[in-house]
């Protein structure tokens, strides 16, 4: 069946990298994403990688697809405080009208 | 200012009364999504619709109703018939081309 799994939590140093980890089940999922929800907000779009990319960058942000292992990390460098947030990775597969499945999120906790 | 606005961003209701959240978009999109997100997990898709005059059932639909009159508005009816219907709605709405879902900054519904 289709399900996406991410950690729930992450703690990291301000300045320091994290990488936040998801997985995913269908091989036939086009395009995989990256969302930002800060408290109360809606989710906001931080970046996609169409699935015959292994990499994306963009500034801070690195996007790594293994497809075989069905594996998608997010790399946030020189990580700030601003960046604490929960992060969704979503999939969009081949036949699915357009419906995304989402991950339960990873909230990324950020200290000083 | 393009984007997708919702509201209000806070609704309190009494049980038993159904109530409608506002979802209008003005990016010219053609699809349109609901989805419900309770405290710490992920989004679960309420409703969806590719086409004015036209919606889906998503994967929890009962207790809900929309209708997509206007290529521009998705409203979302929260019945009474909805068992637990405290959580914080979100909209999103996606282009013609492409699987990128955008959204609006959620409605956050309270039933007392």
């Known amino acids: 069946g289709e399900d996406v799994e991410q950690s729930l939590f992450l703690s990291v140093r301000e300045g320091d990298s994290s990488v936040i980890n998801c997985t995913y089940t269908d091989s036939s999922s086009t395009y995989l994403y990256w969302y930002k929800q800060e408290p109360g907000a809606g989710l906001q779009l931080l970046t996609y990688?169409?699935?015959?990319?292994d990499m994306k960058q963009d500034q801070r942000l690195t996007v790594l697809l293994n497809k075989k292992d069905k594996h998608l990390s997010l790399r946030i460098a020189d990580t700030q405080t601003g960046d604490s947030a929960i992060y969704f990775c979503a999939e969009l597969p081949m036949d699915s009208s357009y419906k995304l499945i989402f991950g339960s999120g990873t909230r990324l906790l950020v200290r000083p | 200012d393009g984007g997708i606005t919702q509201s209000p961003k806070y609704l309190f209701r009494k049980e038993g009364q159904n109530v409608t959240l506002s979802c209008e978009q003005n990016?010219?999109?053609?699809?349109m999504y609901w989805y419900r997100q309770d405290p710490g997990q992920g989004l679960r898709l309420i409703y969806y619709?590719?086409?004015?005059?036209?919606?889906q059932k998503g994967d929890i639909a009962e207790g809900y109703s929309v209708s997509r009159e206007k290529k521009e508005s998705f409203p979302l009816t929260v019945t009474s018939a909805q068992k637990n219907p405290t959580a914080f709605y979100l909209c999103?709405?996606?282009?013609?081309?492409?699987?990128?879902?955008?959204f609006g900054p959620g409605t956050r519904l309270t039933v007392l």
């Open positions: 999103a709405s996606r282009p013609d081309r492409g699987g990128t879902q955008y």
């Open positions: 990016l010219n999109h053609d699809a």
């Open positions: 990688i169409f699935s015959n990319m």
């Open positions: 619709s590719q086409i004015v005059n036209d919606f």
